[in-house]
């Protein structure tokens, strides 16, 4: 298979802590095109990442006849006045979350979509991490058994009984650390602000690995950063999402507990999978980091043990602390997407999935302003043929 030709428009911090690194590193692609409006930023970015070019407006890109692929990592105000018109030229078009600012600009993307027959990918990257994808393959394991082992600490206590219902549901807590410091002031000035911004990436976690329909949505605290979600689904599974904008940014960042059938399975920052109830599964696996000089360590304890070295590091050497980034499955899914324009394997996040991630995360800041949960219905999820 010929390489890819990737244009990236949008060469801001995301670009280069994520996509132009990928496409520089992966031998099946050619970093064909950088495109951003600052000549100076664009300049270093063509120099440090090996563009084949450069170029200050994005029509350009959208009329190249030597590009596959555009990859849009701009600001969320900037979607589709470029997606739609990428489309009609027969471009497919990896974009970052969110979709659009707004459903009525999805909306127009979608018919886009499906007049050309051209695919769009939405950056929920957490569905393509290696441990988010085995967290979601023990996770259906253990919704398809019910017939779990007994935990060894209760063997002795517990008699036989039917099933009652709750056995069969779902609870997923998903714990988010964050430090707003870490983010850029337009998180506080745009009307949708961090339920867009970072929230659509877990609400998006929630609807992946639940059959059944959401049907409420329920949120309390600030919607600005310290808030907890909950989405109830029509089966009664719930998930609870807490998050923190006042943690610290060196702690772990995201925490997925899951429970079903008398099993146990969490999903630590990326790096670290525990399970019980599942006799023929490891009670403990653990990933690779993102960054090779970490890799030496494995789970939560590497990871406070890396830190505290490059903590250590950084002060002798007079240096600034490397970031310790963890995989959050970045590069996997822009792989996965070019897989699927090449006629190999599904879409890793569609259009018509994203939009109804979007429509659940403005009821949830719809519930927060009212105080009270709100009513999901099928046209917040289902979007028709």
């Known amino acids: 298979m010929a390489k890819t030709r990737v244009a990236v428009v949008g060469c801001g911090a995301l670009a280069k802590h994520s996509h132009l690194k990928h496409c520089q590193m ?20 063509q120099k440090q990442f090996g563009a084949v070019r450069a ?17 849009l ?10 997606i739609i018109p990428a489309l009609k030229a027969g471009k497919p078009v990896y974009t970052e ?43 259906e394991k253990a919704k398809a058994n019910r017939d779990g082992a007994l935990g060894q600490t209760v063997t002795n206590f517990v008699g036989t009984r039917n099933r009652i219902p709750e056995e069969d549901t779902m609870q997923l807590f998903i714990r988010i650390n964050d430090d707003s410091r870490s983010w850029k002031n337009w998180v506080f000035w745009d009307r949708q602000g961090i ?29 600005r950063g310290n808030f907890t979600l909950l989405l109830r689904f029509s089966d009664g599974s719930l998930t609870t999402m807490v998050h923190s904008m006042v943690g610290n940014f060196d702690y772990p960042k995201e925490l997925f507990e899951l429970t079903t059938n008398y099993y146990t399975v969490t999903m630590d920052q990326h790096f670290e999978i525990k399970q019980s109830g599942l006799p023929d599964e490891p009670s403990v696996r653990t990933f690779p980091y993102a960054v090779n000089w970490a890799n030496q360590h494995k789970g939560m304890p590497g990871y406070f043990k890396a830190r505290d070295e490059e903590m250590a590091r950084a002060k002798k050497d007079g240096d600034a602390v ?11 899914h822009l792989k996965r997407f070019i897989a699927h324009i ?6 890793p996040c569609s259009v018509d999935t994203a939009i109804g991630v979007n429509k659940i995360a403005l009821k949830f800041l719809e519930s927060a302003k009212l ?15």
């Open 342 to 347: 090449h006629g190999k394997g599904e879409n």
């Open 195 to 223: 339920m867009f911004g970072e929230m659509v990436h877990f609400i998006d976690i929630a609807l992946w690995l639940n059959d059944a329909k959401p049907v409420r949505a329920f949120a309390e605290g600030s919607p």
């Open 73 to 82: 990592a701009t600001h969320q105000t900037f979607r589709g006045e470029f």
């Open 371 to 385: 105080g009270i949960p709100v009513v999901i219905n099928p046209e917040d999820w289902h979007l028709p043929e």
């Open 97 to 139: 979350k969110p979709l659009a600012p707004d459903i009525d600009e999805m909306m127009e993307i979608l018919k886009a979509t499906r007049e050309t027959k051209v695919p769009v990918c939405v950056g929920h990257n957490r569905r393509s991490s290696p441990a988010m994808m085995e967290f979601k393959r023990l996770a």
């Open 322 to 332: 490397r970031w310790l980034n963890v995989e959050k499955g970045h590069h996997s």
């Open 26 to 45: 992966d031998e099946d692609i050619t970093l064909q095109v950088v495109c951003d409006t600052d000549a100076e930023n664009l300049a270093y970015c």
């Open 55 to 71: 170029e200050s407006d994005w029509r350009k890109v959208v009329d190249a006849k030597d590009v596959d692929l555009c990859i």
